[in-house]
Protein backbone atom coordinates (compact mmCIF):
# COMPACT_ATOMS: atom_id res chain seq x y z
CA UNK A 1 0.00 0.00 0.00
CA UNK A 2 1.33 3.41 -0.72
CA UNK A 3 2.29 5.86 1.97
CA UNK A 4 0.16 7.81 4.04
CA UNK A 5 -0.12 11.49 2.55
CA UNK A 6 -0.56 12.50 6.12
CA UNK A 7 1.29 11.42 9.55
CA UNK A 8 0.35 13.19 13.02
CA UNK A 9 1.33 11.78 15.81
CA UNK A 10 0.68 13.15 19.29
CA UNK A 11 0.04 16.88 18.60
CA UNK A 12 -0.79 19.86 21.01
CA UNK A 13 -1.82 23.37 20.79
CA UNK A 14 -2.90 25.48 23.24
CA UNK A 15 -3.92 29.21 23.40
CA UNK A 16 -3.38 30.60 26.61
CA UNK A 17 -5.41 27.79 28.87
CA UNK A 18 -7.75 26.80 25.98
CA UNK A 19 -6.10 23.59 24.79
CA UNK A 20 -7.38 23.84 21.44
CA UNK A 21 -5.58 20.28 19.99
CA UNK A 22 -4.94 17.83 22.70
CA UNK A 23 -2.07 14.82 22.00
CA UNK A 24 -4.27 14.14 18.93
CA UNK A 25 -2.42 11.33 15.99
CA UNK A 26 -4.11 10.10 13.06
CA UNK A 27 -3.30 9.33 9.09
CA UNK A 28 -4.87 9.52 6.15
CA UNK A 29 -4.54 7.11 3.32
CA UNK A 30 -4.07 8.38 -0.35
CA UNK A 31 -7.37 8.65 -2.92
CA UNK A 32 -9.56 8.82 0.57
CA UNK A 33 -11.51 11.16 2.62
CA UNK A 34 -10.75 12.26 6.30
CA UNK A 35 -13.36 14.09 8.34
CA UNK A 36 -12.85 15.97 11.62
CA UNK A 37 -16.61 15.96 13.03
CA UNK A 38 -17.13 18.53 16.01
CA UNK A 39 -18.96 21.14 17.77
CA UNK A 40 -17.77 24.61 17.84
CA UNK A 41 -14.47 25.18 19.41
CA UNK A 42 -13.92 21.09 19.44
CA UNK A 43 -10.26 22.68 17.96
CA UNK A 44 -10.65 21.51 14.09
CA UNK A 45 -10.11 24.51 12.64
CA UNK A 46 -6.75 25.41 15.05
CA UNK A 47 -5.72 20.97 13.33
CA UNK A 48 -6.48 22.44 9.76
CA UNK A 49 -3.84 25.33 10.29
CA UNK A 50 -1.25 23.46 11.64
CA UNK A 51 -1.53 21.37 8.93
CA UNK A 52 -1.05 23.51 5.58
CA UNK A 53 1.32 25.47 8.05
CA UNK A 54 -0.43 28.66 9.21
CA UNK A 55 -0.66 27.93 13.05
CA UNK A 56 2.32 26.63 14.77
CA UNK A 57 2.18 23.15 16.44
CA UNK A 58 3.69 23.04 20.71
CA UNK A 59 7.01 22.03 20.23
CA UNK A 60 7.24 18.54 21.66
CA UNK A 61 9.79 15.76 21.07
CA UNK A 62 6.61 13.11 20.74
CA UNK A 63 4.52 15.02 18.16
CA UNK A 64 5.30 14.32 14.26
CA UNK A 65 3.59 15.85 11.80
CA UNK A 66 3.86 14.78 8.00
CA UNK A 67 2.28 16.01 5.24
CA UNK A 68 3.62 14.07 2.20
CA UNK A 69 6.66 13.50 4.08
CA UNK A 70 6.91 17.38 4.77
CA UNK A 71 6.91 18.94 8.43
CA UNK A 72 4.53 22.12 7.42
CA UNK A 73 7.02 23.89 10.16
CA UNK A 74 9.53 23.93 7.92
CA UNK A 75 8.57 23.21 4.35
CA UNK A 76 5.49 25.25 3.94
CA UNK A 77 5.99 25.85 0.63
CA UNK A 78 5.86 22.56 -0.21
CA UNK A 79 2.97 21.52 1.00
CA UNK A 80 1.24 24.43 -0.51
CA UNK A 81 2.19 23.03 -3.76
CA UNK A 82 0.67 19.74 -3.09
CA UNK A 83 -2.48 20.67 -1.49
CA UNK A 84 -5.56 23.00 -2.30
CA UNK A 85 -6.94 25.32 1.31
CA UNK A 86 -9.86 25.96 1.41
CA UNK A 87 -10.74 27.97 4.76
CA UNK A 88 -13.08 28.36 7.01
CA UNK A 89 -14.51 31.92 5.69
CA UNK A 90 -14.26 32.47 1.60
CA UNK A 91 -10.94 35.13 1.55
CA UNK A 92 -12.16 35.47 -2.12
CA UNK A 93 -11.02 38.74 -2.91
CA UNK A 94 -14.38 41.15 -3.42
CA UNK A 95 -12.69 43.87 -5.92
CA UNK A 96 -11.91 41.57 -8.68
CA UNK A 97 -14.47 39.36 -10.17
CA UNK A 98 -14.47 35.78 -9.80
CA UNK A 99 -11.94 35.18 -13.16
CA UNK A 100 -9.61 37.16 -11.84
CA UNK A 101 -9.96 35.68 -8.55
CA UNK A 102 -8.82 32.72 -10.08
CA UNK A 103 -6.00 33.87 -12.28
CA UNK A 104 -4.33 36.13 -9.39
CA UNK A 105 -3.91 32.51 -7.52
CA UNK A 106 -2.36 30.99 -10.99
CA UNK A 107 0.08 33.64 -10.92
CA UNK A 108 1.30 32.44 -7.30
CA UNK A 109 1.68 28.63 -8.75
CA UNK A 110 3.20 30.08 -12.04
CA UNK A 111 1.33 28.98 -13.91
CA UNK A 112 1.32 30.37 -17.91
CA UNK A 113 -1.41 32.18 -18.85
CA UNK A 114 -2.64 29.50 -21.39
CA UNK A 115 -2.93 26.52 -19.01
CA UNK A 116 -4.53 29.09 -16.55
CA UNK A 117 -7.12 30.06 -18.83
CA UNK A 118 -7.71 26.22 -19.82
CA UNK A 119 -7.82 25.12 -15.95
CA UNK A 120 -10.20 28.16 -15.33
CA UNK A 121 -12.81 27.20 -17.81
CA UNK A 122 -12.50 23.95 -16.51
CA UNK A 123 -12.89 24.15 -12.91
CA UNK A 124 -15.62 26.63 -13.61
CA UNK A 125 -17.66 24.41 -15.49
CA UNK A 126 -17.06 21.47 -12.73
CA UNK A 127 -18.10 23.88 -10.38
CA UNK A 128 -21.32 25.20 -12.46
CA UNK A 129 -20.14 28.44 -12.42
CA UNK A 130 -19.41 29.07 -16.09
CA UNK A 131 -21.64 32.04 -16.25
CA UNK A 132 -20.23 33.62 -13.35
CA UNK A 133 -16.93 34.26 -14.87
CA UNK A 134 -17.39 37.85 -15.45
CA UNK A 135 -19.27 38.63 -11.78
CA UNK A 136 -18.25 40.40 -8.93
CA UNK A 137 -17.47 38.19 -5.80
CA UNK A 138 -20.70 40.53 -4.26
CA UNK A 139 -22.82 39.57 -6.92
CA UNK A 140 -22.75 35.65 -6.12
CA UNK A 141 -24.90 33.54 -3.49
CA UNK A 142 -23.25 31.65 -0.34
CA UNK A 143 -23.28 28.68 -2.07
CA UNK A 144 -21.51 29.66 -5.55
CA UNK A 145 -18.98 32.12 -3.41
CA UNK A 146 -17.75 28.63 -1.68
CA UNK A 147 -17.73 26.58 -4.98
CA UNK A 148 -15.44 28.93 -6.26
CA UNK A 149 -13.55 28.92 -3.13
CA UNK A 150 -13.34 25.05 -3.68
CA UNK A 151 -12.54 25.50 -7.52
CA UNK A 152 -9.85 27.97 -6.72
CA UNK A 153 -7.83 25.87 -4.06
CA UNK A 154 -7.74 22.75 -7.06
CA UNK A 155 -6.25 25.27 -9.81
CA UNK A 156 -2.51 23.68 -9.46
CA UNK A 157 -4.05 20.34 -9.58
CA UNK A 158 -3.00 19.41 -5.99
CA UNK A 159 -2.99 15.64 -4.71
CA UNK A 160 -4.46 16.96 -0.85
CA UNK A 161 -7.75 19.08 -0.92
CA UNK A 162 -8.00 20.44 2.76
CA UNK A 163 -11.47 21.93 3.59
CA UNK A 164 -12.13 23.83 6.51
CA UNK A 165 -16.05 23.45 6.48
CA UNK A 166 -17.52 23.37 3.26
CA UNK A 167 -21.33 23.68 3.49
CA UNK A 168 -21.77 25.05 6.47
CA UNK A 169 -24.78 27.62 6.34
CA UNK A 170 -25.34 26.78 2.76
CA UNK A 171 -28.76 25.13 1.43
CA UNK A 172 -29.26 21.44 0.94
CA UNK A 173 -29.47 21.69 -2.39
CA UNK A 174 -25.67 23.04 -2.71
CA UNK A 175 -24.74 20.68 -0.26
CA UNK A 176 -25.87 17.90 -2.17
CA UNK A 177 -23.82 19.36 -5.27
CA UNK A 178 -20.52 19.78 -3.22
CA UNK A 179 -20.58 16.48 -1.82
CA UNK A 180 -21.05 15.23 -5.19
CA UNK A 181 -18.12 17.30 -6.34
CA UNK A 182 -16.06 15.91 -3.51
CA UNK A 183 -16.74 11.94 -4.30
CA UNK A 184 -15.83 12.51 -7.75
CA UNK A 185 -12.45 14.24 -7.07
CA UNK A 186 -11.89 11.02 -4.55
CA UNK A 187 -12.98 8.49 -7.18
CA UNK A 188 -10.07 10.63 -9.41
CA UNK A 189 -7.63 10.36 -6.74
CA UNK A 190 -8.05 13.26 -4.62
CA UNK A 191 -7.28 12.93 -1.11
CA UNK A 192 -9.87 14.74 1.16
CA UNK A 193 -9.54 16.33 4.39
CA UNK A 194 -12.33 17.98 6.27
CA UNK A 195 -13.82 19.63 8.96
CA UNK A 196 -17.43 19.30 9.81
CA UNK A 197 -20.06 19.86 12.92
CA UNK A 198 -22.80 17.67 10.49
CA UNK A 199 -22.91 14.48 10.85
CA UNK A 200 -24.87 13.66 7.79
CA UNK A 201 -21.53 15.59 6.06
CA UNK A 202 -19.27 13.40 7.39
CA UNK A 203 -21.75 10.20 7.01
CA UNK A 204 -22.02 10.69 3.09
CA UNK A 205 -18.67 11.52 1.96
CA UNK A 206 -15.95 10.38 4.43
CA UNK A 207 -14.79 7.06 4.67
CA UNK A 208 -12.76 7.43 8.13
CA UNK A 209 -14.37 10.34 10.75
CA UNK A 210 -12.30 11.23 13.58
CA UNK A 211 -14.74 12.60 16.28
CA UNK A 212 -13.41 15.91 18.10
CA UNK A 213 -14.43 17.52 21.37
CA UNK A 214 -12.39 19.88 23.34
CA UNK A 215 -9.53 19.42 21.33
CA UNK A 216 -9.33 15.46 22.19
CA UNK A 217 -9.86 12.67 19.84
CA UNK A 218 -13.04 11.02 21.17
CA UNK A 219 -13.16 8.26 18.64
CA UNK A 220 -12.20 7.39 15.16
CA UNK A 221 -13.18 4.93 12.35
CA UNK A 222 -15.47 4.42 8.97
CA UNK A 223 -18.87 5.98 10.19
CA UNK A 224 -20.99 3.39 9.49
CA UNK A 225 -18.34 0.95 11.86
CA UNK A 226 -18.64 3.53 15.06
CA UNK A 227 -22.33 3.41 14.61
CA UNK A 228 -22.21 -0.82 14.65
CA UNK A 229 -20.11 -1.09 17.61
CA UNK A 230 -21.23 2.37 19.90
CA UNK A 231 -24.53 2.82 19.89
CA UNK A 232 -27.46 0.72 19.75
CA UNK A 233 -29.05 0.60 16.17
CA UNK A 234 -32.60 2.23 16.95
CA UNK A 235 -33.87 5.25 18.70
CA UNK A 236 -37.22 6.15 19.86
CA UNK A 237 -37.85 10.11 20.60
CA UNK A 238 -41.03 10.93 22.58
CA UNK A 239 -42.23 14.24 21.04
CA UNK A 240 -45.29 14.70 23.02
CA UNK A 241 -44.10 15.84 26.97
CA UNK A 242 -47.13 14.57 28.83
CA UNK A 243 -46.32 11.23 27.58
CA UNK A 244 -43.31 11.66 28.08
CA UNK A 245 -43.95 12.12 31.48
CA UNK A 246 -45.54 8.82 32.14
CA UNK A 247 -43.62 7.09 30.02
CA UNK A 248 -41.08 8.02 32.35
CA UNK A 249 -42.35 6.56 35.54
CA UNK A 250 -42.64 3.28 34.20
CA UNK A 251 -39.75 0.94 34.43
CA UNK A 252 -37.41 0.23 31.26
CA UNK A 253 -37.41 -2.75 29.73
CA UNK A 254 -35.08 -4.82 29.18
CA UNK A 255 -32.45 -4.58 26.61
CA UNK A 256 -33.29 -0.81 25.98
CA UNK A 257 -31.07 2.36 27.34
CA UNK A 258 -32.89 5.49 28.31
CA UNK A 259 -31.04 9.01 28.33
CA UNK A 260 -32.78 11.59 30.74
CA UNK A 261 -29.99 14.49 29.84
CA UNK A 262 -31.79 15.14 25.98
CA UNK A 263 -34.15 17.71 26.26
CA UNK A 264 -36.75 14.68 25.40
CA UNK A 265 -37.32 11.63 26.80
CA UNK A 266 -35.22 9.18 24.34
CA UNK A 267 -34.81 5.40 24.21
CA UNK A 268 -32.09 3.33 22.58
CA UNK A 269 -32.11 -0.49 21.35
CA UNK A 270 -30.83 -2.85 19.11
CA UNK A 271 -34.39 -4.19 18.94
CA UNK A 272 -36.60 -2.08 16.78
CA UNK A 273 -40.16 -4.06 18.33
CA UNK A 274 -39.09 -3.10 21.97
CA UNK A 275 -39.07 0.00 21.04
CA UNK A 276 -42.27 -0.40 19.43
CA UNK A 277 -43.87 -1.69 22.72
CA UNK A 278 -42.84 1.15 24.70
CA UNK A 279 -44.58 3.90 22.15
CA UNK A 280 -47.79 1.21 21.93
CA UNK A 281 -49.99 3.67 23.03
CA UNK A 282 -48.99 6.85 21.42
CA UNK A 283 -50.52 8.34 18.06
CA UNK A 284 -49.14 9.42 14.95
CA UNK A 285 -46.71 12.60 15.38
CA UNK A 286 -46.45 11.57 19.45
CA UNK A 287 -43.33 9.85 18.77
CA UNK A 288 -40.13 9.36 16.56
CA UNK A 289 -38.78 5.67 15.98
CA UNK A 290 -35.65 5.87 13.81
CA UNK A 291 -31.86 4.25 13.32
CA UNK A 292 -29.53 5.93 15.32
CA UNK A 293 -26.52 8.26 13.49
CA UNK A 294 -23.58 9.64 14.57
CA UNK A 295 -25.21 13.08 16.17
CA UNK A 296 -26.50 10.10 18.91
CA UNK A 297 -23.04 8.70 18.91
CA UNK A 298 -21.99 11.86 19.84
CA UNK A 299 -24.28 12.75 22.37
CA UNK A 300 -23.83 9.19 24.22
CA UNK A 301 -19.78 10.53 23.38
CA UNK A 302 -19.97 13.67 25.54
CA UNK A 303 -23.23 14.49 26.84
CA UNK A 304 -23.53 17.48 24.58
CA UNK A 305 -25.17 18.12 20.94
CA UNK A 306 -22.82 18.30 17.51
CA UNK A 307 -24.65 21.21 16.75
CA UNK A 308 -24.31 23.19 20.28
CA UNK A 309 -23.20 26.07 20.64
CA UNK A 310 -20.16 27.41 23.23
P1 LIG B 1 -13.43 24.62 15.71
O1 LIG B 1 -12.83 24.92 14.37
O2 LIG B 1 -13.61 23.16 15.97
O3 LIG B 1 -14.68 25.38 15.95
P2 LIG B 1 -11.16 26.10 16.71
O4 LIG B 1 -9.95 25.35 16.30
O5 LIG B 1 -11.52 27.31 15.92
O6 LIG B 1 -12.39 25.09 16.82
O7 LIG B 1 -11.00 26.54 18.23
C1 LIG B 1 -10.62 25.66 19.27
C2 LIG B 1 -10.44 26.45 20.54
O8 LIG B 1 -9.29 27.29 20.45
C3 LIG B 1 -11.60 27.37 20.87
O9 LIG B 1 -11.78 27.39 22.25
C4 LIG B 1 -11.13 28.70 20.34
O10 LIG B 1 -11.74 29.75 21.04
C5 LIG B 1 -9.64 28.64 20.59
N1 LIG B 1 -8.87 29.41 19.59
C6 LIG B 1 -8.80 29.14 18.27
N2 LIG B 1 -7.99 30.01 17.64
C7 LIG B 1 -7.53 30.86 18.59
C8 LIG B 1 -6.64 31.98 18.57
N3 LIG B 1 -6.05 32.41 17.44
N4 LIG B 1 -6.41 32.62 19.76
C9 LIG B 1 -6.99 32.19 20.89
N5 LIG B 1 -7.82 31.14 20.98
C10 LIG B 1 -8.10 30.48 19.85
MG1 LIG C 1 -13.62 25.96 12.79
Redo the contacts with the bound molecule.
Sequence with gaps: MADPVLIVENLHKS??P?K?VDNVSFSVPQASCFGFL??????????MRILYGTAERERRPETAVRVFGFDPAQNELDIKFLSGVVP?DNNLDEELNVERNLLVYSKFYGMKRREADGRIDELLSFFELSEKRKARIRELSGGMKRRLTIARALLHAPRLLIL?EPTTGLDPQVRHLIWDKLRQLKKDGMTILL?THYMDEAYQICDTILI?DK?RKAMEGPPQDLLDSHIERYVLEIVKPDAGREIASMPVPEGVRSDPSRDRLVFYSNEAHVLRRIAKNLGHGEYHLRESNLEDLFLKLTGRALNEL?
Design positions: YGIAGPNGAGKSTLQDTMGQ
